[in-house]
């Protein structure tokens, strides 16, 4: 059966209570003002009794039925306002993404340099300090409170720290040859790919950098503190 077919379906029967339902209304109104005109049957048919019971009747049902469209307008605004929010934090997340993905491409450059340790012109092609400052800015300007997910937010914490200690290690190491620095920016690179990759995986999407392990679940499998 096709979605069309099916949906028709659905609608038909709810067609068909609204109608069945009006009908019985109808009856019982009908049921109950004959009731009260022949009062519960111990007099004759009284035309005024039954024109008073009408009218007692259809203003009560004026008031459910004023209430009753009172709350399903409320609740279809309701319904419509949820939609509109998670239609707001879908698009939110994709720019979101895109700066996070952004950073980490610039950061997974930059590792590069660290792990081929110190030379003679090192971060020469991997690192651009505007663009690098900028991509901290971006992701430090992100409205953590609206992103709707705890660990998306840890993991953009996680990746500015990390970021602005490899800024300041890349100032350094351009004049440094300690070993144990360079092994310390690929470290600070790590962190920052985890974070990033543990906050795509919070929120459902494949990450572009994963520097740990994952099972077949996609679960990342402890090996090593990023």
């Known amino acids: 059966m096709s979605v069309f077919q099916l949906l028709s379906k659905v609608n038909f029967r709810a067609d068909l209570r609204i109608v ?33 019971w009408l009218q ?4 009560v049902a004026a008031i459910v039925g004023a209430l009753w469209i009172a709350e399903r307008q409320t609740k279809i605004a309701m319904r419509v306002a949820e939609r509109e929010r998670r239609a707001q934090i879908k698009a939110r997340r994709l720019i979101v ?10 950061v997974s450059a ?7 340790g110190p ?11 505007s663009d ?41 190491e351009k004049v440094s ?3 144990w620095r ?3 920016g690929v470290t600070l690179c790590d962190r920052v790919e985890g974070a990033y990759a543990r906050a795509m995986l919070a929120i459902g999407r494949e990450p572009i950098v994963c520097p740990f392990e994952r099972d077949e679940n996609g679960e990342e499998i402890a090996t090593e503190d990023f």
């Open 20 to 52: 069945a339902g009006a009908f019985a209304s109808l009856a019982a109104v009908v049921l109950v003002s004959e009731f009260g005109a022949t009062s519960a049957g111990t007099k004759s048919y009284d035309a005024n009794l039954m024109a008073s």
């Open 56 to 59: 007692a009747i259809g203003s």
């Open 97 to 106: 993404t895109a700066l996070m993905e952004n950073a980490v491409r610039q």
């Open 110 to 116: 930059v590792k590069q340099s660290f792990s081929e």
């Open 119 to 129: 030379e003679e012109f090192p971060f020469g092609l991997t690192y651009n300090e």
């Open 132 to 172: 690098f400052e900028a991509a901290i800015r971006h992701i430090q300007a992100i409205n953590l409170l609206e992103l709707g997910e705890v660990d998306l937010a840890r993991g953009i914490i996680g990746m500015v720290d990390a970021m602005v200690s490899i800024r300041r290690l890349v100032h350094t």
């Open 177 to 179: 040859k300690d070993r």
């Open 182 to 184: 360079w092994v310390n």
